[in-house]
């Protein structure tokens, strides 16, 4: 089994930090409800080289706060790389609609017409004892900065994401959500 398999088997699912949640609840500590589902999707894509060794994945994020909901969806492209492995962001496919994209509603998209994103500097991910760790850091505009830092495991998903704007948090927490599996 190839790294980027093992890594994929980690991801892939469904996922919530209702057990984070309700000890902050508990604590009166204000956190986010959040709630991740992660989905292989090469099946979406059209025309993939025959060669083609990468895994592209949407991930549909989804959190409350303060009783506010929203969602964040995202496809994302996983390559093995030598140093382990490398998470590259595309742009929402044409005709599917970037509020609501998930797999369930992904209109198939033809290879050649994705586009990476401009804004997100890819993630490069190692493995150390079976615990995956990267992130990276993207200015998303000259005042703008996206900082991501994960750590994932058979046990939990660690994800730690700022944004800032002209050095202010704008959105994020001082730890990271600790995501669980759900399901299967």
């Known amino acids: ?14 996922f ?10 508990a604590a009166g500590e204000a956190f986010p409800l959040a709630h ?20 592209f ?16 969806p995202h496809l994302f492209l996983f390559t093995e790389e030598r140093d382990g492995v490398l998470l590259t962001s595309y ?14 509603t992904m209109v198939p998209a033809e290879f050649s017409s994705l586009r990476e994103s401009g804004k997100f500097t890819p993630a490069l991910y190692r493995e150390h004892d079976g615990v995956w ?5 993207s200015m998303f505009s000259p005042v ?3 900082r991501l830092f994960e750590r994932f495991s058979a046990d939990v998903l660690e994800v730690s994401e700022s944004m800032e704007t002209s050095g202010k948090r ?3 927490f001082d730890e990271p959500v600790l995501y669980k599996r759900i399901g299967k």
Request: charged share 35%; aromatic share 10%.
């Open 91 to 104: 742009d929402t496919p044409e005709g599917n609609d970037k509020r609501a994209f998930s797999y369930a």
């Open 1 to 14: 089994m190839s790294k980027l398999d093992d890594f994929m088997r980690l991801l892939c699912g469904e």
């Open 144 to 146: 703008m900065r996206f």
């Open 36 to 55: 991740h589902v992660n989905t292989a999707c090469n099946d979406k894509i059209l025309g993939l080289p025959d060669d083609f060794a990468g895994t």
């Open 133 to 137: 760790e990267g992130g990276s850091d």
């Open 57 to 72: 994945m949407v991930e549909e994020s989804y959190y409350e706060v303060d009783g506010r909901k929203s969602a964040s």
């Open 16 to 25: 919530d930090n209702r057990e984070q949640f309700e000890a902050k609840r």
């Open 170 to 172: 704008a959105f994020g």
